[in-house]
């Protein structure tokens, strides 16, 4: 069975940081680009990060580039998100998602991910 499992979500303050890691399990993870999209309550779903299988290469949404950093471990199966500079509108449920076809990056495309993780809470306040 195919399974992503987030973990390190929290409340930090503004200006904090939080590291998240997807455990992954059930397919051959280091075949696969992996992503963290994130849901709030009133922008729904947006990608945040994706990560090339071999870890070489990321990409950022705007929104997060320069205080977000996305790594992976394939010897472990996990993705890591470090979350630095945290503001308050980063609150959200941040998912890692998988796509349906190896070694394809997928971002903002929603519909190309076949496994998504229950998600993790991150509330950002003071």
């Known amino acids: 069975e195919v399974q992503l499992v987030e973990s390190g979500g929290g409340l930090v303050q503004p200006g904090g940081s939080l590291r998240l890691s997807c455990a992954a399990s059930?397919?051959?993870?280091?075949?696969?680009?992996m992503s963290w999209v994130r849901q709030t309550p009133g922008k729904g779903l947006e990608w945040v990060s994706s990560?090339?299988?071999?870890?070489?290469?990321?990409s950022y949404a705007d929104s997060v580039k320069g205080r977000f950093f996305m790594s992976r471990d394939n010897a472990k199966n996990t993705v890591y998100l470090r979350m630095n500079s945290l503001k308050p509108e980063d609150t959200a449920v941040y998912y890692c998602?998988?796509?349906?076809?190896?070694?394809?990056?997928?971002?903002?495309?929603?519909?190309?991910?076949?496994?998504w993780g229950q998600g993790t809470q991150v509330t950002v306040s003071s």
């Open positions: 998602a998988k796509p349906a076809l190896p070694l394809v990056v997928v971002t903002s495309r929603l519909e190309e991910y076949d496994t």
């Open positions: 990560i090339k299988s071999g870890g070489g290469s990321t």
């Open positions: 059930g397919f051959s993870f280091s075949n696969y680009a």
